[in-house]
């Protein structure tokens, strides 16, 4: 009321100021408040806030221990931690806890905790059955009395990117300590291990990973001596399965008349570029190794795989750098699936880009060939020479001559700024997997037995009994049997798998995949990257 009245009145702002801040009834307000202000400061500055803790209980034992109590909300998701029993004392403790799982995320558990109790019942005399038992019936909230572990181990874990070289199921393994919290895998998956800890139980997700939550996986010694047993507990007839695999059929018995009769076919000469590594008799000498499997007639290679050594690749990411040689490009596939079909497709729609490598051959030259245009045609101790100093990729024998790719033939073209695309049997793939020639294996694979029908009814089977024929229905039955045994085998080293179907869309399939090669990141073993022993 007084202030209005003021303003009602007739006066300047600065007398209006002055009497209000004048006036009694603002002075004795300020003057409370101050007042109040003051004495609350006083009373918060005296007092203390700390907890007030019951008082010891004066008969407490001096090894008392301290206790954790844990709450976690289950929700539907497993508790994402495994328990172990000591064997003397039958206490029971935390093994492990899952990277990423409700126990690891809560923060509150980790292995060597002790428990006492769960969901305030003592798990004292319990086996570690009837204690997950016990914590499986309990809904919503889960509730753990733990003794905490003294010394917790420093978690220095470095992420490990692996392929694997080999299948796991933990279902089947009994050895497992926990087969639900397992991971199964198969050849060529790629993994993220995100703990080492343990030397037997590594935890891994598998790229790429929707879930937060890791699994268990043996560790690489742990598969390794796996295998072994298991390697050592098949009969002989399983070992030598592969060799009983390329028995020979009496139809593969070569014809000895026809062979070199027809070499010129596959040389054909495009604008003066020479479509090199067709020739006929290359083809029918791996067909031969294929087929007869015998030491003496095999497409050799020096590096032989075996899972047995290494059941994880470790792998990073690599991009090729634009100014970097290009990546060799090799296509494995089944015998007649289209593997020659396709690349020779590729080298002559960009010759300029696309070339093969140029066989070594210790058969004569003929008349109208030229050494380097077809092959580089050398003597029989120039070739064992280079067979002796590992130049080969691959390399076998066909009626009394040698036939071979060389790692320099490969090298010449990817030197020459070109991409060089060549065909390879799959045992030769670990001879390309190298720091120097990075190969990217594409797996040509055939479509089904239908479709081959329809879309092959013009093609030719290149056979060494006569001459080439049409497709006939057991060629496409043993081409699916053929392509189902390769991808058991070599899965796991496949970059890009296409199905060569109809052959203008496998052209753009097989364009594409060879412009990811160069262009795009992908995983490729680390010793690449940085290399230890080259061969
Ligand atoms: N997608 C396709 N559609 C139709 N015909 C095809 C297709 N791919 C390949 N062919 C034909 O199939 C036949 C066999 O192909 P190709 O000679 O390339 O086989 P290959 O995989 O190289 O086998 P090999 O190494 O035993 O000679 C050829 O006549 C080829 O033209």
Redesign the pocket.
């Known amino acids: 009321e007084e202030v209005k009245h003021s303003i009602n009145k007739e006066i300047n702002g600065a007398e209006l100021l002055y009497s209000l801040l004048n006036a009694p009834w603002l002075k004795s307000l300020l003057k409370v408040s101050l007042g109040a202000l003051i004495s609350t400061h006083d009373m918060v500055a005296q007092k203390d806030y700390d907890p007030v803790l019951p008082p010891i209980p004066d008969n407490l034992p001096d090894d008392e221990e301290a206790m954790r109590i844990v709450c976690l909300v289950k929700n539907k998701q497993q508790l994402g931690a495994t328990i172990k029993r000591n064997g003397i004392t039958g206490e029971i403790f935390v093994a492990r806890v899952i990277h990423g799982g409700l126990a690891d995320r809560s923060g509150l558990l980790h292995a060597g905790d002790r428990i006492t109790e769960v969901n305030g019942y003592s798990v004292n005399g319990l086996e570690p059955e009837q204690v997950i038992e016990r914590l499986a019936r309990s809904q919503g909230t889960l509730m753990f009395k733990v003794v905490p572990i003294t010394d917790r181990p420093v978690n220095n874990q470095t992420i490990l990117y692996v392929r694997a070289m080999a299948d796991y199921s933990p279902q089947q393994d009994p050895a497992i300590p926990c087969a639900e919290a397992g991971m199964d895998f198969r050849k060529g998956d790629l993994l993220e291990i995100v703990d080492q800890s343990d030397s037997l139980w590594w935890q891994a997700k598998k790229l790429p990973s929707t879930s937060a939550c890791a699994g268990l996986i043996p560790s690489t010694n742990l598969l390794r001596r796996k295998q072994k047993e298991f390697w050592w507990s098949q009969p002989y007839h399983i070992l030598h399965h592969c060799l009983s695999y390329f028995a020979l059929s009496e139809e593969d018995l070569i014809d000895e008349k026809c062979v070199e009769a027809e070499e010129g076919e596959f040389s054909t000469n495009i604008e003066g570029i020479y479509l090199t590594g067709f020739r006929r008799s290359l083809?029918l000498c791996?067909?031969q190794s294929l087929n007869t499997g015998s030491s003496q007639q095999s497409f050799y290679t020096r590096s032989g795989y075996n899972a047995l050594n290494n059941p994880y690749e470790e792998v990073v990411r690599y991009q090729r750098n634009p100014q970097d040689k290009h990546r060799l490009v090799a296509l494995v596939?089944p015998?007649?699936?289209?593997?020659?079909?396709?690349r020779r497709r590729l080298i002559k729609i960009n010759p300029v880009t696309f070339q093969g490598a140029v066989p070594h051959t210790t058969r004569a030259a003929r008349s109208y060939e030229e050494s380097g245009k077809e092959y580089h045609f050398i003597n029989r101790e120039l070739f064992e020479n280079m067979v002796y100093n590992n130049r080969f990729l691959e390399y076998g024998e066909y009626k009394d001559n040698f036939y071979g790719t060389s790692r320099d033939a490969v090298k010449d073209v990817l030197n020459s700024g070109r991409i060089c695309v060549i065909?390879i049997e799959p045992h030769a793939i670990q001879s390309v997997r190298t720091h120097e020639l990075k190969a990217y294996i594409i797996y040509v694979k055939p479509p089904t037995a239908e479709r081959m029908k329809e879309?092959?009814k013009d093609?030719?089977?290149?056979t060494n009994y006569y001459d080439n024929r049409p497709f006939k229905e057991e060629d496409f039955q043993e081409m699916e049997e053929a392509a189902r045994k390769m991808e058991s085998h070599y899965c796991q080293f496949f970059d890009s798998v296409m199905v060569?179907?109809?052959?203008q869309d496998?052209c753009v399939q097989l364009l594409r995949a060879v412009r990811r090669a160069q262009d795009e990141p992908q995983w490729v073993p680390a010793s690449w990257i940085r290399p230890t022993e080259e061969f």
């Open positions: 083809r791996r067909r596939g015998s007649g699936v289209g593997v020659n079909e396709l065909d879309t092959r093609a030719q089977i290149t060569n179907d109809g052959l496998s």
